[in-house]
């Protein structure tokens, strides 16, 4: 697999018309359902993610109700989107990959830093998982977690906030997911990860690499998985030596 394919492939899914109900919408429904078939089975799959619950969750979930409606014909296309404020939504490879790499069951207890669009929670709350997702932009937040309030994901908490400092008050966590590329990892977030927890995160300036941060009985093992590009992490994380 090489990093480019990973990163910068932009061959098109398809694209999803908004129906006005009745057949139209149905037939919506199957396209979309469709093109989503085909997201996982030829970026998602083919590229070595084999969790049947992370590829069950992206063949359920509306990736085009995440994204603006002016975008919505590239929904599942192979390359993230804009969606305001400078920010994006994730290449699917890299939200199947991620997902995979947390190792989370259904239960299980995930904070993400980075809520975006609300759609790599909805990805990890359709997997079972009880979310909270911090979100530093406000507004943001406000739009995503509206939008999983009415897609019906009752098990994702959102909130607008500083990720650094993560969600104490909810932890600790078997899984922590981070959407934005600090320069160090925040010890904050390390502090929240239960013990045989997981925090994914892509870390350093320009040049970014993905990270699995294990934490063990005695300490935390960290590995690189492979070179990646993400929005950089604002904050407290600018400020701290």
């Not at 999803?16 to 919506?28: E, S, V, Y």
């Not at 897609?151 to 993560?166: I, K, T």
């Not at 013990?195 to 063990?216: F, M, N």
């Amino acid at each position: 697999m090489r990093v480019l394919e990973v990163i910068l492939t932009m061959s098109m899914a398809g694209g999803w018309l908004a129906g006005c109900g009745g057949q139209g919408r149905a037939q919506d429904d199957a396209e979309s359902a469709r093109l989503r078939e085909a997201m996982v089975t030829q970026q998602i799959q083919a590229r070595g993610v084999r969790s049947e619950a992370v590829l069950a969750a992206m063949r359920v979930v509306p990736r085009h109700l995440f994204v603006p409606e002016e975008l919505r014909s590239a929904s599942y296309a192979d390359h993230p989107l804009p969606i305001g404020e400078g920010q994006t939504i994730s290449q699917p490879y890299i939200v199947g990959l991620m997902s995979e790499l947390l190792e989370v069951r259904a239960g299980d207890k995930v904070l993400e830093i980075g809520t975006g669009s609300g759609y790599q929670a909805a990805v990890l709350a359709a997997m079972g998982c009880e979310v909270y997702s911090i979100e530093i932009r406000a507004s943001l937040a406000a739009t995503a977690e509206a939008r999983l309030k009415e897609l019906g994901y009752p098990n994702v908490h959102v909130r607008a906030g500083d990720g650094y400092a993560g969600w104490p008050e909810a932890g600790p966590f078997r899984g922590i997911i981070v959407t934005a590329a600090p320069e160090r990892i925040p010890v904050p977030l390390l502090q929240q990860l239960a013990v045989g927890g997981r925090l994914v995160i892509p870390v350093g300036a320009y040049y970014q690499q993905l990270k699995v941060v294990t934490r063990e009985p005695q300490g935390f093992s960290e590995k690189d998985v492979l070179p990646v590009r993400f929005v950089p992490m604002t904050g407290k994380i600018e400020r701290q030596p």
